[in-house]
C-alpha cells in the first residue's frame, strides 16, 4: 500500500517561507499526478497544486504566485515552496496521488497532514 509522508512543516512568522516535501513509502512516484491540499481550522478543503509525470503544473487560483510546485525524480521527492507566507496560510498541508498521467478532481492516495502555522 503507497503510503505517502509529508514533511518540513512547523511554526514560521509572516513573510517567510517553507518548502514542503512529500515523498511514498516503498513506491516511485514517477507515474504518479502528485497534488497540494490544505485545510484550515474549521474551513473546507482546497486544492492548491497538481504536478503531473512530465512537470506540468496547475494551482488554484486564490494563489496568486506565491505557491510553486516541483519534483525531482530522482529523489522521489514532490515540494510544495510556499514564499511571503500569511497568518491565512496556517492550515493542515496534505499532499496526494493519483497513478495518471494527467491532473485529475480526485486522488487515490493521502499523506497524513503536516501542519503549517504561520504566527508571529
Known amino acids: 500500500q503507497l503510503q505517502l509522508v509529508e514533511s518540513g512543516g512547523g511554526l514560521v512568522q509572516p513573510g517567510e517561507s517553507l518548502r514542503l516535501s512529500c515523498t511514498a513509502n516503498?513506491?516511485?512516484?514517477?507515474?504518479?499526478?502528485v497534488a497540494w491540499f490544505r485545510q484550515p481550522p474549521g474551513k473546507e478543503r482546497e486544492q492548491l497544486s497538481c504536478?503531473?509525470?512530465?512537470?506540468?503544473?496547475k494551482y488554484g487560483d486564490s494563489l496568486k504566485g506565491r505557491f510553486a510546485t516541483t519534483r525531482d525524480h530522482a529523489k522521489n521527492m514532490v515540494y510544495l515552496q510556499m514564499d511571503s507566507l500569511k497568518p491565512e496560510d496556517t492550515a493542515t498541508y496534505y499532499c496526494?496521488?493519483?497513478?495518471?498521467?494527467?491532473?485529475?478532481?480526485?486522488?487515490?492516495?493521502w499523506g497524513q497532514g503536516i501542519q503549517v502555522t504561520v504566527s508571529l
Open positions: 496526494a496521488a493519483r497513478h495518471i498521467n494527467y491532473c485529475p478532481y480526485d486522488f487515490d492516495h
Open positions: 516503498g513506491y516511485f512516484l514517477d507515474g504518479f499526478a
Open positions: 504536478i503531473t509525470l512530465n512537470g506540468r503544473t
